[in-house]
């Protein structure tokens, strides 16, 4: 949490902190930077990622309980999955994922077409033979079904989507500027709503006026700059919608 402890210090600083009281407590941090992730998974493509995530199958059992951090399951894949029909030996999808790359390298014969001919064939066989995992996921609670039982312990790998986590959305040189002055934008305004309560601390020389009025003025103008930048990418990011493989 390194560097999530760094943009908390740094909001602080923004706010006057170690020159002034500033009257947050690091609750109020804390949600500060929960609006920011929240917001930003919202709205950008770059937190979510494709994923191979292990998983092991267990002798009478069919549902998984998986990490909230998965959005969606694409896919079950085993390290032997389907058979090659030439040679008898066994095909792996992860070798196949090589062989595109390679195939499409340098206009070697077959190219696409004999790659997506052997993927066809896998998928063919896997269905013929039960090599194939049928699978219900419940985005909800998170839940993987597994409609076949195993009859032994059995290492399988998930392709999921996944949320990118914390610290590596702050470690983006486009995304991590734009959470903290989220994040600060709103610990203003939750400073505004404090100091707000009164408007003047009782003195000598007749008391002092806070500013709330113009911390909650400048906090609602940068959310609404920040919101407006990233619905037009100026953040450096695309827009949520598919999401492209590569």
């Known amino acids: 949490m390194a560097l999530k402890d760094d943009a908390i210090k740094e909001i602080e600083l923004r706010l006057g902190g170690e020159m002034v009281d500033v009257e ?83 206009g070697r014969a077959g190219g696409l077409a004999t790659f997506d001919a052997l993927q066809q064939h896998r998928e063919t066989l896997g269905r013929l033979f039960g090599s194939e995992y049928l699978f219900t996921w419940d985005s909800r609670t998170h839940r993987l079904t597994v409609h076949r039982k195993v009859k032994a312990d059995t290492t399988v790998y998930l392709k999921v989507f996944k949320h990118v986590d914390d610290e590596s959305l702050l470690s983006d040189i486009y995304g991590g500027p734009w959470i903290r002055d989220y994040a600060l934008a709103h610990a203003k305004l939750m400073l505004a709503e404090a100091r707000g309560k009164f408007n003047t601390i009782a003195g000598p020389q007749g008391g002092t006026s806070l500013n709330a009025d113009m911390l909650r003025q400048d906090a609602q103008a940068s959310i609404e700059k920040l919101e407006q930048d990233i619905r037009m990418y100026a953040s450096g990011e695309s827009s949520l919608g598919y999401i492209t493989i590569g």
């Not at 059992?61 to 998965?70: A, C, D, G, S, W």
């Not at 999808?93 to 390679?102: D, G, I, M, R, T």
């Open 24 to 106: 947050l407590d690091p609750v109020h941090y804390d949600l500060a930077m929960k609006k920011g992730f929240e917001k930003y998974r919202q709205r950008s493509e770059n937190s979510v990622e494709e994923a191979y995530v292990e998983l092991t199958l267990i002798i009478d059992t069919q549902v998984y309980q998986l990490p909230n951090e998965i959005i969606e399951v694409q896919d079950i894949l085993t390290r032997t999955s389907g058979t090659n029909a030439s040679s008898g030996n066994d095909f792996e999808p992860f070798e196949a994922a090589y062989l595109n790359s390679y195939l499409l390298a340098g």
